[in-house]
T-cell receptor
Framework: KAGVTQTPRYLIKTRGQQVTLSCSPISGHRSVSWYQQTPGQGLQFLFE???????NKGNFPGRFSGRQFSNSRSEMNVSTLELGDSALYLC????????????FGPGTRLLVL | DAKTTQPTSMDCAEGRAANLPCNHS???????VYWYRQIHSQGPQYIIHGLKNNETNEMASLIITEDRKSSTLILPHATLRDTAVYYCIVRLLVDTDKLIFGTGTRLQVFP
């Protein structure tokens, strides 16, 4: 089975712009979670989608949003980018039922100038 | 906040066993212990998980104390490719996926 894929792998934006990141889960997985990793804050949970519905949300401002499509692929969007949004954005997928292991993609590295 | 505490860093000689400890003194009776590792700037890689019994797979062994307040991840024969940050995570047992990562242990395997 192919693993979790994320596109693009690298991205450079400027302050004030918006960005959309994409995640394709492992085939058959219905849950997609997003995480942000920065040197200062470490790995932090953003949100989780299951069957096209947001099922859980971390403590991030409303500029961070996401969605999931009927094929389980997910996108996350960050609007009005700030310098502090520079990070590695990781997505993970799982079957989505209780205590299923999450498998991570390689991440998208976003640099905001 | 993470429910686990781990040493910041550890060293291990290549070929020797690496024993990575984790404290989770507030773990609830039905919460699992998960281990992931992250090799420099890659996505975290799942290693192993357990509830109360010891577990072993092709990558590692997980030893959980009887009171479940701590655990140890064992890499039986560490190689240079095992150099990574290792995260011990207590999994919140609700029907949603949310991993709360702590700061992890940076394991350096040396020749």
């Amino acid at each position: 089975k192919a693993g979790v894929t994320q596109t693009p792998r690298y991205l450079i934006k400027t302050r004030g712009q918006q960005v959309t990141l994409s995640c394709s889960p492992i085939s058959g997985h219905r849950s997609v979670s997003w995480y942000q990793q920065t040197p200062g804050q470490g790995l932090q949970f953003l949100f989780e989608y299951f069957s096209e519905t947001q099922r859980n949300k971390g403590n991030f401002p409303g500029r961070f949003s996401g969605r999931q499509f009927s094929n389980s692929r997910s996108e996350m969007n960050v609007s009005t980018l700030e310098l502090g949004d520079s990070a590695l954005y990781l997505c993970a997928s799982s079957l989505g039922t209780s205590v299923e292991t999450q498998y991570f993609g390689p991440g998208t590295r976003l640099l905001v100038l | 906040d993470a429910k686990t505490t781990q040493p910041t860093s550890m060293d291990c000689a290549e070929g020797r066993a690496a024993n990575l400890p984790c404290n989770h003194s507030t773990i609830s009776g039905n919460e699992y212990v998960y281990w992931y590792r992250q090799i420099h700037s890659q996505g975290p890689q799942y290693i192993i998980h357990g509830l109360k019994n010891n577990e072993t797979n092709e990558m590692a062994s997980l030893i959980i104390t009887e009171d479940r307040k701590s655990s140890t991840l064992i890499l039986p024969h560490a190689t240079l490719r095992d150099t990574a940050v290792y995260y011990c995570i207590v999994r919140l047992l609700v029907d949603t996926d949310k991993l709360i990562f702590g700061t992890g242990t940076r394991l350096q395997v040396f020749p």
